[in-house]
């Protein structure tokens, strides 16, 4: 039966993970040399359309439509065909089905736009966008499916992630691992440095995100109840010591904080969260977050030593995030939290943390594997890459025929 209090709230709920889009747009734009704002932006926002297309002719359906041996939803709500007002008792008994629809079609759509920050300032859009859409017919929907849809075969082995850690955060990782690779570093990289050309915007981009990700955790209970509230709670404080762990590494090892590895923080830290956030105390949140902020900042400082060109850090933050707050649910969930969660090691159950681990690892070669599958083929037949010539103007005027500035030449660009 539908529930009025529930149905607001997960209206709510999905406004603030669309929000989330916009948001990223600013925390990437503002990272990238003002030559390339406009091309990063729009990467993000015209993601909006295509996976929203996507997701409502064949998406929902692979995702969470009826089940076909685990692996993926067959196709009986294509084009959303019986999807209405009224709930499934699969997934939100007290909200109306199509509202579990479209606030799932926001997670969908920001995650292949995080995957952008690894390849930023130097991909075609139009290639991008075959990409794009290929990798979440091909990735994304049935990991979704097999993580959070009835019958998938890693939620009925038991893998938990609460708001997407192996599904968003650990899969676009492992795509923007694929694509550092194979498309290879910016034009210069290693010979001169790339600053970011706004910060202010990046810093306003971080705010908004962490505004939108109390709907993407808070929401994912799927009604306005006891474990909705924890997880609320869990997102700000895993964000929060994220933020303040990463501070105080980057203060220590570098001599000085800074505004970008402050905000850099604040995401690894809600990123860690996301998956553990409906199952664990505050307490552990807090531990969950100064952990995310210690290691991403370590993994985002590996890169340079492994030689890739990841321009945003969504392998060391996303990637590296989602895998360790996985493995933490593993550890610190407890049904005393959330009594449909489970109990992780420290709470008696210790093959919980192995189920964790094989959820971790099989999603992680999948997506990895497909990923770069899929950029060596629309690499091959339509060039991902940008001419040196093009990269050198800059997206866009290459790509859009704009400027982000009215002298763009002058702002971060050179």
């Not at 685990?70 to 294509?78: K, P, Y």
């Not at 869990?234 to 990463?246: S, V």
């Not at 830290?269 to 553990?276: H, K, R, V």
């Not at 991902?384 to 859009?400: C, F, I, T, V, Y």
Request: aromatic share 12%; glycine share 14%; hydrophobic share 55%.
């Amino acid at each position: 039966m539908i529930q009025a209090g529930d149905t607001a709230f997960i209206l709510v709920s999905a406004a603030l993970v669309l929000l989330m889009t916009p948001g990223l747009a600013l925390f990437y734009g503002g990272m990238v040399r003002g030559k390339n704002v406009l091309g990063t932006f729009m990467q993000s926002f015209f993601l909006i359309a295509l996976i929203t297309f996507e997701w409502v002719i064949l998406g929902y359906s692979m995702s969470f439509g009826p089940d076909v041996s685990g692996l993926t939803g067959n196709l009986a709500w294509a084009w959303l065909s019986g999807v209405g007002a009224a709930p499934n008792p699969d997934y939100a008994a007290t909200i109306p089905h199509s509202l579990f629809m479209i606030y799932q079609c926001m997670f969908a759509v920001i995650t292949p736009a995080l995957i952008t920050g690894a390849f930023a300032e130097r991909v075609r859009f139009a290639p991008f966008l075959v990409f794009s859409l290929l990798w979440a017919v091909l990735v994304y929907n049935p990991v979704c499916h097999w993580v959070w849809g009835a019958g998938g075969w890693l939620k009925l082995m038991g893998v938990v992630d609460f708001a997407g850690g192996i599904v968003v955060h650990l899969t676009c990782g492992a795509a923007a691992l694929a694509a550092v690779f194979v498309i290879g570093p910016r034009k210069d990289y290693g010979r001169r440095q790339f600053f970011p050309h706004n910060l202010p915007m990046t810093l306003m981009g971080t705010g908004l995100l962490w505004f939108g990700w109390f709907g993407f955790n808070g929401g994912s209970a799927l009604a306005a109840d006891g474990v909705a509230a924890s997880a609320f709670v869990a997102t700000h404080l895993g964000g929060m010591a994220g933020m303040a762990m990463w501070t105080i590494v980057e203060w220590w090892h570098r001599g000085k904080p800074t505004t970008l590895g402050a905000a850099s923080g604040a995401v690894a830290g809600l990123a860690t969260i996301t998956p553990a956030a409906g199952f664990v105390t505050a307490p552990s949140a807090m531990v969950i977050g100064l952990i995310a902020g210690g290691a991403c900042y370590l993994g985002v400082l590996a890169k340079a030593r492994l030689g890739y060109d990841d321009s945003l850090d969504v392998v060391g933050i996303h990637g590296l995030g989602g895998l360790i707050g996985t493995l933490m649910a593993g550890l610190l969930a407890t049904k005393g939290v959330n009594a449909a969660g489970v109990d992780g090691l420290f709470y008696g159950n210790p093959a919980q943390f192995g189920i964790q681990a094989l959820g971790v690892g099989v999603v992680l070669v999948y997506a990895l594997v497909l990923s770069w599958a899929l950029l060596k083929l629309v690499d091959k037949t339509m060039g991902l890459r940008m001419s040196p010539e093009a990269e050198s103007l800059g997206m866009d005027q290459a790509e859009h025929t704009e400027s982000g500035y009215s002298d763009s030449l002058d702002i971060g660009s050179r």
